[in-house]
């Protein structure tokens, strides 16, 4: 089903979602619930709320015109029980944290998790929905669900319990576009329901640690974070507001240390880096951000390198305290005791956080968003430490104007860009892509969601476009846009992985579809002849209310060879 337009109603819109497959493994596709919610929406007299104790996260409250029978409030109540468990059980954390997540608000999965955990009660109704298992309005300050009746009879208490904080995620503010997007897996509505009903049905993945026992980790859409064999890039701590920077240790090196000012959060941040046995001399990355009232170089052990960071954080990073492990223990997948761990620096703040190489990986690289207060946000970049080629990397010119936020988002290392999905009207109003293995170990490894993504940025207006992903065997090497002061229009162009990456002669070119308006002039962007697309530099800024992709920077990698 297709997204229809939002409507209006003091100066929000209002939404539905409907569920059109098995709840297990369902979907969820975009209708419309129409009507301003009024004060005193219940339609009677709110004094004549009835309340049960069975609560989601305080509790399930029917108003007297609720429309629900009395076998239908205690399905739900149940329900909302179930839901709770779920939310609250640290299998969640692990199962949001260790999942790919549109980058729909910026806030990290922890955030999320605590606003979906908020003391408020939750209204319930319940109606003859028309093409609607359950409905919800966006952001709102408080909680109200519209079930089905149908769904309601039909339908399994985890199944019910998945669909509450799906709806309730709306009610938060975070949104989805239509089903036919490959975002739409990894939005935050329904991520949390995958993960709710994996919770409630014991379907875990083993997530192979490299320090403390393996971790069963909830089932969800997408692989989880760590499954690459030769790099991966972990979920995002903090929220991506400042610039964005990008750093890594030298080829042949590992994080084994974190370099850090403080003040009352960190300030700036950076690692030390020796060789893939914890051995040899000591180089630094780059420190991003500001001076703070304290720095701070915290080593690992020789023979140990750095395989994760905990700490707190919500719109800033506000703690951290890295994790080490023996660089042998690392090499043999050892899923031995936790290492010796890094002093903690910095200050209480926020949620609890936890980030973790895979087994046979340590932290390498670091991607950034510092601004003159605060480091925001960083995301870890985890390697295989037997890898020790360098991997070529070439920006192209940029397209449209550099205004507003500026976003660097990139495949993993190893991997490069397939496919491209977004929202288009006149203009470009959200941009992400998929990402396949690169054919650089003498064969190509076909794969979309489980290499990973680049995460949509942007905004909501226009329409979902999305299967714009290249002939199996192809990878992207390329872009066609129209651009003025924004961009315009966007159309992936592809080229056969294999030929592509040799200096041979003939690699015939597949065009994607086009997306966007007929503004501005045409441009193209093609990455040199064994390079391919892995990613951008991407400007978000308001236009007409809404935001919209302003300027795209092609980043352009070479498979290692």
């Keep these: 089903m297709s997204k229809k337009n939002g409507v209006k109603a003091s100066g929000r819109a209002l939404f539905g979602w409907t569920l059109t497959a098995a709840l297990g493994a369902g979907t969820v ?119 089905d009746r149908d769904f309601l009879e039909a339908s399994s208490v985890d199944s019910i319990a998945a669909v509450i904080l799906h709806e309730v995620a709306h ?29 409630s049905n014991a379907d875990y993945e083993i997530f192979r640690g490299v320090a403390g026992p393996s971790l069963d980790v909830p089932v969800a859409n997408g692989a989880f974070t760590g499954h690459l064999p030769v790099a991966n890039l ?3 701590v903090g929220r991506p507001e400042g610039t964005p920077y990008d750093d890594a240790c030298p080829t042949g090196t590992f994080a084994a240390g974190l370099s850090v000012d403080v003040s009352t959060g960190i300030t700036k941040m950076g690692f030390a880096c020796r060789n893939s046995d914890g051995t040899g001399a000591i180089t630094y990355t780059t420190e991003r951000g500001v001076d703070g009232q304290s720095s701070f170089t915290d080593l690992c052990a020789d023979g140990e390198l750095l395989v994760g960071i905990q700490g707190k954080a919500q719109g800033r990073v506000g703690q951290v305290r890295g994790e080490c492990l023996s660089a042998n223990l690392i090499r043999n997948i050892n899923s031995a005791d936790a290492g010796p761990t890094l002093p903690t620096r910095g200050t209480d703040g926020g949620p609890d956080y936890f980030r973790r190489c895979a087994g046979g990986q340590a932290v390498r690289g670091i991607k950034t968003y510092a601004d003159s207060s605060f480091v925001r946000s960083f995301t870890i970049a985890c390697e295989d430490t037997d890898e020790t080629r360098s991997q070529t990397v070439t920006t192209l010119p940029t397209v449209g104007s550099l205004s507003g936020q500026k976003y660097r988002d990139r495949c993993a290392r190893g991997t490069a860009m397939s496919g491209i999905f977004g929202r288009s009207g006149a203009g470009v109003d959200r941009l992400g892509g998929t990402c396949v293995e690169t054919p650089d170990r003498g064969s190509y490894v076909e794969a979309t969601w489980p290499a990973g993504m680049v995460p949509g940025r942007g905004g909501w207006g226009g329409t979902d476009w999305s299967g714009e992903e290249c002939p199996s065997g192809q990878a992207l090497v390329g872009l066609t846009l129209r651009a003025s002061a924004r961009v315009d229009a966007v159309r992936g162009v592809c080229a056969n992985a294999v030929d592509w990456s040799t ?25 040199p002849r064994a390079f391919f697309l892995a990613g951008w530099d991407v400007w978000i800024d308001q236009h007409n209310g809404t935001d919209r992709v302003f300027g795209l920077r092609p980043l352009c990698i070479k498979p290692e060879q």
């Design 29 to 147: 596709s975009c209708a419309v619930e129409t009507g301003e919610l009024l004060e005193g929406e219940f339609g009677g007299d709110e004094s004549a709320l009835e309340t049960r104790t069975q609560a989601f996260k305080g509790v399930m409250t029917f108003a007297a015109d609720s429309g629900c029978s009395a076998t239908e409030r205690t399905v739900i109540n149940s329900a909302a029980t179930e839901a709770l468990s779920t939310l609250t059980s640290p299998l969640m954390v692990a199962c949001m944290a260790n999942h790919g997540l549109s980058a729909d608000s910026g806030d990290s999965a922890e955030v999320i998790l605590q606003h979906m955990r908020e003391n408020l009660s939750t209204r319930a109704f319940c109606a003859d929905l028309v093409g609607s298992l359950a409905e919800a309005p966006l952001d709102i300050t408080y909680e109200k669900i519209t079930f």
């Design 171 to 199: 009610n938060k503010g975070y949104i989805h576009g239509g089903i036919a997007s490959n975002e739409f897996g990894h939005t935050v509505p329904e991520q949390l329901r995958a993960c709710s009903w994996s919770i």
């Design 234 to 236: 972990l979920s995002p």
């Design 503 to 527: 200096d041979g002669a003939g690699a015939p070119l597949t065009y994607l579809d086009s997306h966007g308006g007929s503004s501005g002039g045409v441009m193209e962007r093609m990455c």
